[in-house]
């Protein structure tokens, strides 16, 4: 969506297919960090995206068997925003899709699902589709972007897969005013959890060894308040309101990365050419980040009718460097905190490194800057600035 706004803003023809009718979908990463505000300021969407429902979440906390550390500090961030945004991702994409529909030269198709690439030889000419009520059809066009997340089929070519030691099980607690507030980790002996304030609730996430679903899941649902129970000493009777399985929803944690994302006339960014773990909460973030460096490349190209397998290269290499430092990132907090957690091999006190930083204010400005800026954020090309008063709603 951001890649589609911003080529609609260069004048590009850009044609979006959404395979749902909605982007209504429950524990979507919702975690807007400080690059991405400052993207959306400088697209002149800075102060509408403020006017939606969100909280702000200014420092992570971690309690590492029964230590309280503060983690990451987001209030010492540089520039204008100082925190993480918790937004429903359906109100961001929401808002792009109203943006770039403003623009002539972009369409979105929603309940329009791509079954597969059109391939002349080597060479990518476009997709083939079917709609929600059966229809089928071809799509041309000079080059496609695949950005359909970490299941893409439309990738191609050696993937590497990174060992996760988790999977994930999301699930709402219902937050009392006068309980913490902020993002807060605890991990102890064989667990690790996670939970974000989102006002009236947390989103939590309790982390499971891989592969351990449905034998964790037989242990019963007191055993799993319990449990969480202990995690977060903090709860009352919150953890009532779990009254089902159903209540706690599964998600298969991966992290790979694809080798060479791009081919004649595609392009993979996003999960489609990196699946991102849950850990930092960073994925949305970096998906954004290559939609910028994309456009920023490819928009004079593709209204020069130009675009080739170099320029698509030129997407690749801008990219790596910070897919590859984030997902090494992302690879140590499996290693060093939550196979520790899961596996039982967790120390009496919190690593040194992370005891350094939550003493040292300077030092916690660290991880906020990874988490919270990225490495090398991307900016808005000129071509697709705006003031707030140049919009047309
Ligand atoms: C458990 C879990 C928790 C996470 N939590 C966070 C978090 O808190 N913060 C964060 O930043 N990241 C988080 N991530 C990572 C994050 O979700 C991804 O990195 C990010 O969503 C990638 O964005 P994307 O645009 O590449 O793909 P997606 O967000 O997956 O979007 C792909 C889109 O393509 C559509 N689509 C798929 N197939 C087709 C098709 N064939 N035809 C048409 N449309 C199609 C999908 O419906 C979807 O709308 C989490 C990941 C997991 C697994």
Redesign the pocket.
């Known amino acids: 969506m951001m890649l589609g706004l911003l080529l609609a803003r260069a004048g590009v023809g850009v044609t979006v297919?959404?395979?749902?009718g909605d982007f209504l979908r429950d524990f979507?990463?919702?975690?807007v960090h400080a690059s991405t505000l400052t993207l959306l300021d400088e697209l002149g969407l800075g102060e509408r995206f403020a006017a939606l429902p969100h909280r702000h979440m200014s420092k992570m906390s971690l309690t590492y068997t029964g230590t309280v550390a503060t983690l990451a500090d987001f209030s010492l961030l540089k520039g204008p925003h100082k925190h993480i945004a918790m937004v429903p991702q359906w109100d961001l994409l929401d808002l792009l899709a109203d943006e770039a529909g403003t623009e002539p030269t972009f369409e979105l198709r929603m309940n329009?699902?791509?079954t597969e690439l059109i391939t002349a030889g080597e060479k990518v000419l476009g997709v083939r589709f079917k709609t929600a009520d059966g229809e089928t059809g071809e799509l041309r066009a000079p080059l496609t972007v695949s950005?359909?997340?970490?299941h893409s089929?439309l990738r191609r070519g050696a993937v590497r897969d990174y060992p996760v030691p988790m999977d994930?099980w999301?699930f709402r607690l219902p937050r009392l005013t006068d309980d913490i507030d902020g993002g807060v980790m605890s991990f102890t002996t064989g667990h690790a959890i996670v939970a974000f304030d989102r006002g009236d609730y947390f989103q939590a996430a309790y982390m499971i060894p891989k592969g351990s679903d449905a034998e964790l899941r037989a242990r019963g649902l007191p055993w799993f308040r319990e449990t969480v129970k202990e995690l977060f000493p903090w709860t009352r009777d919150q953890l009532d309101t779990i009254t089902s399985w159903d209540d706690v929803k599964f998600?298969n944690?991966k992290l790979d990365l694809l080798k060479t994302w791009y081919a004649d006339g595609l392009l993979c960014i996003?999960?489609?050419a990196h699946a991102?773990s849950?850990a930092g909460?960073?994925?949305?973030?970096?998906?954004i980040q290559d939609a910028v460096a994309a456009a920023a490349i490819l928009a004079g190209p593709l209204r020069r009718g130009t675009v080739s397998t170099g320029d698509l290269a030129r997407v690749q290499r801008r990219r790596t460097y910070p897919t590859v430092a984030t997902q090494a990132v992302q690879r140590l907090m499996h290693r060093v905190a939550i196979n520790h957690a899961l596996t039982g091999a967790i120390g009496d006190k919190p690593p040194a490194p992370v005891r350094l930083i939550s003493r040292t204010p300077l030092l916690r400005r660290l991880p906020g800057e990874i988490v919270g800026l990225g490495f090398r954020p991307e900016h808005i090309p000129a071509f697709a600035r705006r003031k707030p008063d140049q919009l047309s709603r």
């Open positions: 297919l959404e395979k749902h979507r990463g919702d975690t329009t699902e791509v950005c359909e997340g970490r089929r994930v999301w998600l944690a996003g999960d489609a991102m849950p909460g960073v994925g949305i973030n970096l998906a």
